[in-house]
């Protein structure tokens, strides 16, 4: 399949096939994707909790509205910013930019010292959101891995942050959930897999431009 076959293939399933478990070597493709995806100034202030527990994904269907995906999901990815997003942060990014290209510090640390400016100047708030963001980018990256690999995913932001941080011990690793990509295979009475997309047509949606 090429790309727009598998994303013509792809929709938000509504029903996994709960006997079906997605193999440890296309876990790790979603994973080695997640850490590949382009994020701004490249800060990564993002983290994937792979959860695949059924005791613990019984927990979540409560702060999750009870959306049956996510118990009957073979695993669960769920996307996180970092809490500490602080000049340590910065430094420790720059530290490895340093060891894997062997860069010099009068290069590295212009931007080095713009970027520790910037996170001072600016609210706890608007970093966070900066963060979420990066999230946002990833969750679009997965969903187009996962139509590759022939993986089914149903992207949620409809859950407790707060009820699924608790059950999932999140504050230890210093980290809040944003996102939530049950991920699995499609069970075969999920009418949803049959319906038509409903898209705009690429007349509505794009515009070439002319000067």
């Given at each position: 399949?090429?790309?727009?076959?598998?994303?013509?293939?792809?929709?938000?399933?509504?029903?996994?096939?709960?006997?079906?478990?997605?193999?440890?070597?296309?876990?790790?493709i979603l994973e080695k994707a997640f850490s590949l995806t382009a994020t701004s100034y490249g800060l990564q202030p993002?983290?994937?909790?792979?959860?695949?527990?059924?005791?613990?994904?019984?927990?979540?269907?409560?702060?999750?509205?009870?959306?049956?995906?996510?118990?009957?999901?073979?695993?669960?990815?769920?996307?996180?910013?970092?809490?500490?997003?602080?000049?340590?942060?910065?430094?420790?990014y720059f530290e490895r930019v340093k060891d894997l290209r062997n860069t010099p510090d009068e290069i590295l640390n212009?931007?080095?010292?713009?970027?520790?400016?910037?996170?001072?100047?600016?609210?706890?708030?608007?970093?966070?959101?900066?963060?979420?963001?990066?999230?946002?980018?990833?969750?679009?990256?997965?969903l187009t891995v996962c139509a590759i690999e022939k993986i089914d995913a149903c992207p949620m932001e409809g859950f407790?942050?707060?009820?699924?941080?608790?059950?999932?011990?999140?504050?230890?690793?210093?980290?809040?959930?944003?996102?939530?990509?049950?991920?699995?295979?499609?069970?075969?009475?999920?009418?949803?897999?049959?319906?038509?997309?409903?898209?705009?047509?690429?007349?509505?949606?794009?515009?070439?431009?002319?000067?």
């Open positions: 399949m090429n790309v727009i076959d598998s994303l013509e293939w792809r929709y938000a399933v509504k029903k996994f096939d709960i006997e079906k478990k997605i193999s440890q070597d296309k876990i790790e993002i983290k994937m909790l792979v959860v695949e527990n059924k005791d613990v994904q019984e927990q979540l269907l409560e702060p999750c509205f009870n959306q049956q995906q996510v118990s009957t999901a073979s695993h669960i990815l769920v996307l996180c910013i970092e809490d500490d997003l602080d000049e340590q942060f910065i430094l420790n212009p931007f080095k010292d713009f970027l520790i400016k910037d996170f001072e100047k600016s609210s706890k708030e608007k970093i966070e959101t900066w963060a979420k963001n990066q999230l946002y980018l990833t969750m679009g990256n997965l407790q942050p707060k009820k699924v941080e608790g059950i999932l011990g999140l504050e230890k690793y210093q980290l809040k959930p944003v996102l939530l990509l049950p991920v699995g295979y499609r069970a075969k009475d999920d009418m949803f897999a049959e319906f038509k997309k409903v898209r705009k047509t690429l007349e509505d949606t794009i515009i070439h431009y002319e000067k």
